[in-house]
């Protein structure tokens, strides 16, 4: 059994990722169109060709079909469907939900799962829908709980294990926490299904955080049954790594037009406002001529191809830091997504554990919710840290007063005003004062002192600060895209000097320890422990479990991160103090 995910890139609690399961990949976030295996409006062969590297079918229906569970086990789930992609199946919950029974056990769905092939598996939890009472709330827990218990001691696959929970947070977190305790690879988000359907959006954000805070960090998270492009952005947002959903063929046989901001009657468009494979060769007019079958086809190939560009927009974003204006912008498209929106920014703590600590774009204040992203709470948090031990102040366009001698670094820098704040107007006490505060900022209360001889060489060609010495040892250097430290050996040893354990600090163990010296990257298996603190793209000290400083570099997870995965790259090395 084959199963890996690691992390790529990310923003807000949402991550770019790349999935491995028994030979196959995908990058997430991935959505997995749902395919019925009795009726293929779009076969797996297209959907592979169209980019969709994941899909996912009912075991249960294929189990329930005599024909099909004979092909099924002679052929095996991929010749069955045509498909070399990754395979993940249901177990037949869905239909439990739907129907109140399912004829198969626990055991025999997983073990049929197993026969055929999937690449990931669902044992038959118990999807409690929404506002249901919270005794049969808590009952079907047990019952799930119960068949996870035993599907863990049976399965040979990488499997699914749902969180559920019906509409109560404190359920879907305890139940978050005793699946996180055994062997699974994917946690789906359970029964939210009738809470999209009627624009419970606010909801769904408490059942998703809810589920999120309990979870391990390393594990995916599946949104079950969520489809639809204006909820990706958000549902990103939120740490959600994988969507499936029938959607775009549910719509398309409704006469439904999918578009980013939601979904448009073919009968109400005179032109279509896309321009893939579908939309440039023919018109609404054409489409409406078409026989059913037709046009149900095509309306769904092009369901899949805005699905395909949503996602798509939504990783960009993740790439460029950009995500919460995307999200921004799409929750206006709807009063529900944006009631959504601003109970989001509610979890304050949530989001800034995992926001990154720096971006590669400046701040821009796109509504008044953007001064309730994490970015700003975090500015705001840090800078009254610095203000206790550096009190002159000046004021900001955006943020109001902060520290003076913050205004060239991130976020207060990169964003809209002018600055009359320059390097080139301060003393040498102030200078100093300056390196300092920055330090205060990044690295926490009493890195300071690190830096308090230094000094600051300035670019010939900007006048900006740059270099940052003390004895004619190279300490840092200023980034020029967001004024913050990136660390010398010297600088690093100087912190380590000053900050008490485990203040910024990766723990490797001893396999990894020579190659960090020699200033090699690190990767997650050998991490055994980390500060807490830590937030993605931190400058971080590299130390053995003596606590000898190995090496500086940046991470790309966060504390709680760096001690759970065991796949992928955890800091990108910079230097190591062999050279």
Not at 239 to 248: H, I, K, R, T
Not at 320 to 328: I, R, Y
Not at 510 to 528: I, L, Q, Y
């Amino acid at each position: 059994m084959k199963f890996r995910f690691e992390i790529k890139a990310r923003d807000a609690a949402g991550r770019i990722g790349k999935l491995t399961v028994n030979g196959r990949t995908v990058e997430t976030p991935a959505i997995m169109p749902v395919i019925n295996p009795k009726q293929m409006v779009v076969t797996p062969a297209e959907l592979k060709e169209m980019g969709f590297g994941i899909l996912i079918t009912n075991s249960y229906i294929i189990y329930k079909t005599p024909e099909l569970r004979e092909r099924a086990l002679e052929l095996g789930i991929h010749r069955l469907l045509d498909y070399d992609g990754i395979v993940e199946v249901d177990s037949g919950s869905f239909q439990l939900m739907r129907y109140g029974d399912v004829d198969v056990t626990n055991r025999e769905i997983i073990e049929f799962q197993e026969r055929i092939g999937v690449d990931v598996g669902t044992f038959l939890d118990i999807p409690t829908p929404p506002d249901a009472p919270r005794e049969k709330a808590e009952e079907d827990l047990r019952t799930t709980l119960e068949r996870a218990r035993e599907a863990e001691e049976i399965k040979n696959i990488p499997m699914n294990a749902a969180v559920q929970g019906s509409s109560y947070p404190d359920l879907r977190t305890r139940a978050a926490r005793k699946l996180s305790e055994m062997n699974f690879e994917i946690h789906p988000i359970g029964a939210v299904v009738p809470l999209m359907e009627s624009y419970r959006y606010r909801d769904l954000v408490d059942v998703v955080i809810a589920s999120k805070l309990g979870l391990r960090a390393d594990r995916p998270v599946h949104l079950f049954g969520a489809g639809h492009p204006m909820i990706f952005a958000m549902a990103v947002a939120m740490g959600v790594d994988l969507f499936d959903s029938a959607s775009y063929v549910l719509y398309a046989r409704d006469d439904r037009y999918m578009t980013p901001e939601g979904t448009k009657r073919l009968e109400e468009l005179e032109y279509f406002p896309c321009s893939c494979p579908v939309c440039s060769r023919h018109t609404p007019q054409e489409l409406r001529e078409m026989p059913k079958e037709e046009r149900t086809r095509l309306l769904a190939l092009h369901n899949l191809w805005v699905i395909r560009e949503e996602l798509n927009r939504v990783k960009q974003a993740v790439r460029e830091g950009t995500l919460w204006e995307l999200v921004d912008e799409r929750a206006r498209g709807h009063p529900k997504l944006f009631a959504a929106y601003k109970r989001l920014l509610e979890y304050r703590e949530y989001l800034e554990k995992n926001e990154p600590v720096t971006k590669p774009g400046a701040f821009l204040k796109v509504s008044e919710e953007a001064m309730r992203w994490p970015t700003v709470y975090r500015a705001r948090k840090r800078a009254e840290r610095v203000a206790e031990r550096f009190p002159e102040r000046i004021n900001h366009p955006v943020f109001g007063e902060i520290p003076k001698y913050l205004s060239l670094s991130y976020p207060f820098a990169q964003s809209e005003g002018e600055e009359d704040f320059t390097i080139e107007k301060l003393s040498g006490d102030e200078v100093r004062n300056y390196i300092m505060a920055i330090a205060e900022y990044q690295f926490g209360r009493g890195a300071g002192e690190a830096f308090k001889d230094a000094s600051v060489e300035l670019s010939r060609k900007t006048g900006m600060p740059r270099q940052i010495k003390a004895g004619g040892k190279h300490l840092a250097t200023f980034r020029a895209e967001d004024g913050l430290l990136t660390l010398g050996i010297e600088g690093a040893r100087r912190l380590h000097r000053v900050l008490p354990f485990p203040g910024m600090r990766v723990v490797v163990n001893e396999d990894a320890e020579p190659f960090a010296r020699k200033g090699k990257n690190v990767f997650a298996k050998f991490v055994v422990d980390a500060d807490e603190g830590i937030r993605p793209y931190d400058e971080v000290l590299v130390v053995n479990e003596e606590d000898e400083l190995l090496a500086t570099g940046q991470s790309l997870l966060n504390g709680e991160e760096l001690k759970v995965f065991r796949s992928g790259l955890a800091v990108k090395v910079r230097r190591g103090i062999g050279g």
